[in-house]
């Protein structure tokens, strides 16, 4: 557990999409400045946590349409809480970012309540979700994670041919997120690797990739799987055909959360 007891300031989200209940959590950064979450209590004490992914901010799940239908609209009817995480904006969990992380979830367990954390992203949510997962298994309960990088090392050798685009703005947010080049801190790298601390990964986790992907190669989930193989809590689903966004209809949301959520 943290030693240090995160200073958080609550009020009411204010928003144009009609969302009512939404606290918004506003916390300073050890280095200055501040970061933010959302936070949407339920009847549960049992909360999903979501990491949104790159590009994207800490209202992802309330904003974009896809993820809000597929996802946000179960949560709610299940009576789970919902914790929505800004993380620093394109942090790839970085070590700041699972520094805070792990303040912010030691803080909301007596604030809300919360027993357990099911843990649910995709793209770098989910990548960021194997990240912490292996960092610190004590704080989740089970895990989806959709469309992931396994290893930012591997991950950011596989981006370096991209002059432009958004390839080349995914390499250069986990550079310099991450202090510099994998050669550079190869240590720091090594431990938020996902596929390299797989069998830190000891709470139940589903990976789901798309063998069409065209922004994070499927190679990066087949070799998670490959070092999880016949390990009982993991299971792994590839998508023939299936690009980056496919996994985010493919499992049974539902069934998978009223399984873990006992």
């Known amino acids: 557990m943290p030693t240090d007891v995160l200073d958080v300031r609550q009020a009411p989200w204010v928003n144009p999409h009609g969302f009512d209940g939404v606290i918004e959590l506003r916390y300073p950064l050890p280095e200055g400045g501040e970061d933010w979450a959302l936070a949407w209590p339920g ?35 299940l009576g789970f809480g919902v914790l929505s995480c800004n ?12 520094d805070d992380l792990h303040r912010l979830l030691a803080w909301a367990r007596p604030a809300f309540g919360i027993r357990d954390f099911l843990f649910v992203s995709g793209s ?26 396994t290893d930012l090392t591997l991950y950011t050798d596989w981006l370096r041919p991209f002059a432009d685009g958004i390839q080349r703005e995914i390499r250069d947010a986990i550079v310099a997120a991450y202090g510099g080049e994998p050669a550079d801190r190869p240590d720091v790298y090594t431990a938020h690797s996902a596929f390299r601390n797989a069998a830190r990964l000891t709470m139940p986790v589903y990976v789901c990739h798309g063998d069409n992907d065209a922004l994070i190669p499927v190679e990066e989930a087949r070799r998670l799987a490959e070092a999880l193989k016949g390990v009982p809590t993991f299971t792994y689903e590839e998508l023939p055909g299936g ?6 209809f493919a499992l049974d949301l539902e069934r998978w959360l009223r399984k873990y959520s006992s």
């Open 87 to 98: 993380l620093r904006d394109n942090a790839w969990m970085c070590p700041t970012a699972a």
């Open 124 to 149: 770098m949510g989910g990548t960021s979700n194997l990240i912490y997962g292996v960092l610190h298994p004590e704080d989740v309960r089970a895990m989806v994670a959709l469309c992931p990088a």
């Open 43 to 77: 009847t549960r004490d049992v909360w999903v946590l979501v990491l949104h992914g790159h590009g994207s901010h800490g209202d992802q799940i309330f904003t974009r349409p896809d993820v809000r239908d597929a996802w946000l609209a179960t949560y709610r009817r």
């Open 243 to 248: 690009h980056h966004d496919s996994p985010l």
